[in-house]
Nanobody, 115 residues
Framework: QVQLVESGGDLVQAGGSLRLSCTAS????????IGWYRQNPGKEREWVAH???????READSVKGRFSISRDNAKNTVYLQMNSLKPEDTAVYYC?????????WGKGTQVTVSS
């Protein structure tokens, strides 16, 4: 079992930056991959980025060049640095962790970007 807690969501103006954190209840060095997703009401949850245990990262085309994902295993935390935010980035952001054959979700943090 892994509990995930997201934080860092806020209201920000377009062009601004935020850093989201996803803190796990166990060492992230034992977690295969941790990803960030986002969702708006009435829409499907959308993959944003993920980072493997090896440190390899991938980002969705919609955020590439603006968002970056990183992990600090000493703090059991994965970060999503979001720059040049746009109103369409508004969503609840969730982190997801894969451990073996299981995956776990946090409860999300709200990001609102005003135009």
């Amino acid at each position: 079992q892994v509990q995930l807690v997201e934080s860092g969501g806020d209201l920000v103006q377009a062009g601004g930056s935020l850093r989201l954190s996803c803190t796990a209840s166990r060492s992230t060095s034992n977690v295969n991959t941790i990803g960030w997703y986002r969702q708006n009401p009435g829409k499907e949850r959308e993959w944003v980025a993920h980072i493997a245990r090896s440190g390899v990262t991938r980002e969705a085309d919609s955020v590439k060049g603006r968002f970056s994902i990183s992990r600090d295993n000493a703090k059991n935390t994965v970060y999503l640095q979001m720059n040049s935010l746009k109103p369409e980035d508004t969503a609840v952001y969730y982190c997801r962790a894969w451990v073996g054959a299981s995956d776990y979700w946090g409860k999300g943090t709200q990001v609102t970007v005003s135009s």
